[in-house]
């Protein structure tokens, strides 16, 4: 398992030079990266030209030499070729992850997206500027995709983020209209929602309310120091509403259908990064804990990436929690835990 483990940590920051047909170029964060199946599991990979891996003959090399690994590229799928009625492009709207999951930016804008408060490793405008996406994605317009991408290309699950509103519900409610509009077009799509924690904790009522099936509250560290470092918006956030809405979403979705991620490679000492998932999962929430990787159009896009070995170590230690806690990432039905192809973590039983 170890070996396993380690190799699939290094590929993932290390990359593939190999071109993959489906690819998710900027945007929330903080993954930029060719998706693959890898050994059976989804697998969230950069493409990066010099790296020694490649993808031949339905395996992975390193350095031309069999890693043991079978890949599987997965395919363009099909929905990308179609307009909704209101003449707007399905893959501005959403976009295929991993092999059967479709993404959507509800909102691609940011109250926090200004230098001095955004994200050091999000790109979440981006995107926008470039024309590959719309501002806002109208719940009509969300249930028309989803509906297609579930018949043409068997789509199983769907993840729905957001920009971070002005509103005291952080744009939650925005997210419960589109998944509303959503459930009603393909009622069996399980759906899990993103979003800060908002500080009217009602609207987590209402994403429930909605149908939405798992909700992620992504706090990235629990580390302040680190939090005001990486994320000065954010920050402003305290962890104790943090904790009160994850509290809060664990009694309305419950156990293991609440997630945030943990990114490694900001600072955090990875004995306290180990302590905090493990008051987590005591408290029902799953730590998706992925590496963090630096982005083209990010402010952190010439930081160094984290060490292999300590992501593999982190990695394998929070996964012995989630085990013994009887939790797994693929039981939560939809959103990145239940993908997996952004972390380590299920491919170890996590």
């Avoid at 419960?176 to 759906?191: F, G, H, N, Y």
């Avoid at 000492?269 to 302590?275: F, H, K, S, T």
């Avoid at 998706?288 to 984290?306: I, M, Q, S």
Wanted: glycine residues 10%; aromatic residues 4%; contains cysteine.
């Amino acid at each position: 398992m170890t070996a396993v483990l380690s190799t699939r940590v290094d590929v993932a920051l290390r990359g593939v030079a190999t071109f993959t047909p489906v690819r998710r170029r900027g945007g929330a964060g903080p993954s930029d990266d060719g998706h693959v199946v890898l050994d059976g599991r989804a697998a969230a990979l950069p493409v990066v030209p010099d790296s020694p891996y490649t993808l031949d003959g339905g395996r992975l090399l390193l350095d031309g030499a069999d890693t043991g690994m079978a890949v599987e590229a997965v395919a363009r799928p099909r929905f990308y070729d179609l307009v909704t009625t209101d003449g707007i492009r399905y893959d501005q709207l959403a976009r295929l992850h991993g092999d059967g999951v479709l993404a959507t930016t509800a909102v691609q804008t940011c109250m926090r997206y200004d230098p001095t408060t955004r994200c050091r490793f999000c790109a979440i405008e981006e995107s926008l500027r470039a024309g590959a996406t719309t501002a806002v994605k109208t719940p009509a317009q969300l249930a028309e995709v989803a509906a297609a991408a579930v018949r043409l290309d068997g789509v199983r699950q769907m993840v729905i983020t957001t920009g971070t509103s002005t509103g005291r519900d952080r744009g939650a409610r925005h997210l419960a209209r589109c998944v509303q509009s959503i459930k009603r077009a393909v009622p069996s799509l399980p759906i899990q929602v993103q979003c800060e924690p908002p500080e009217d904790l009602a609207a987590l009522h209402d994403l429930r309310g909605a149908g939405a099936d798992a909700i992620g509250i992504h706090v990235e560290s629990l580390d302040d120091a680190v939090r005001h470092r990486w994320m000065p918006g954010k920050a402003t956030v305290p962890l104790s509403a943090y904790w009160a809405a994850w509290r809060e979403a664990v009694r309305v979705f419950g156990r293991n259908r609440v997630s945030t991620y943990l990114l490694v490679g900001l600072g955090e000492d990875p004995d306290e990064l180990i302590a905090g998932a493990a008051r987590l999962i005591e408290a029902g929430v799953y730590p998706f804990v992925v590496p963090f990787r630096p982005l083209a159009g990010t402010l952190a896009a010439t930081e160094p990436g984290p060490d292999s070995a300590v992501v593999t170590d982190i990695t394998a230690r929070v996964a012995e929690l989630l085990l013994a806690a009887g939790m797994r990432g693929a039981d939560q039905g939809a959103g990145c835990a239940a993908c997996g192809a952004c972390s380590a973590l299920s491919g170890i039983g996590g």
